[in-house]
């Protein structure tokens, strides 16, 4: 196993749509077991491919308080869809940035198990907002797509700030020292 490097917002690559997963051997088993890791140390509940730059449609989401009933969905289809909810949603994409996002507060997915058994589940709750949030990231869309476009630019201006500040620590210090 392995971690990998999440994308972060404005990265053009996390605009990429993803191609369903077609092949279910030891190839995506291993891209599983690195997303999953890559999800518990980040630590966050949900990670789509396309955030560690793999644009295949693969999910894993995690929501429950222990961190152990991972849901890996592969291929996923929403299928049903009830109600709506505004919830305050944040991203491993889009670090330190909350808002709240309108969606349905109830959906039923159909996606595939890691050997390719297709199987449908309700989702509610967090679930359901999770479920909706990483399925966007497969079309490439992110959270802050569903906000204004002002808001959206203060967040791309924030993150670019803080980016910069985080440069300039990880310069060795023989660097600095002109
Ligand atoms: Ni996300």
Do not use: W
Not at 36 to 60: F, S
Not at 72 to 96: D, H, K, M, Q, Y
Not at 143 to 156: Q, W, Y
């Amino acid at each position: 196993m392995a971690l990998r490097t999440i994308l972060e917002f404005p990265d053009p690559r996390l605009r990429t749509r993803a191609q369903p997963v077609t092949r279910f051997g030891n190839e995506v088993r291993r891209l599983i077991d690195d997303m999953l890791e890559t999800l518990y140390h980040a630590p966050g509940i949900g990670l789509a491919a396309t955030q560690i730059d793999v644009h295949q449609r693969l999910i894993v989401i995690d929501v429950s308080e222990s961190h152990n009933e991972p849901l890996v969905l592969i291929n996923p289809e929403i299928v049903a869809r009830e109600g709506s909810t505004r919830t305050e949603e944040g991203c491993l994409s889009v670090p330190g940035i909350f808002d709240a996002v309108s969606r349905a507060a109830r959906v039923r997915v159909r996606a595939q198990e890691r050997d390719g058994t297709v199987f449908e589940r309700d989702c509610a709750d967090l679930l359901a907002v999770c479920v909706q949030h990483e399925m966007d990231h497969l079309e490439g869309r992110l959270f802050v797509d569903h906000l204004s476009s002002l808001k959206r630019e203060r967040i791309r201006k924030k993150l670019e700030k803080e980016r910069k500040i985080q440069s300039r620590r990880d310069v060795p210090a023989t660097r600095s020292a002109l």
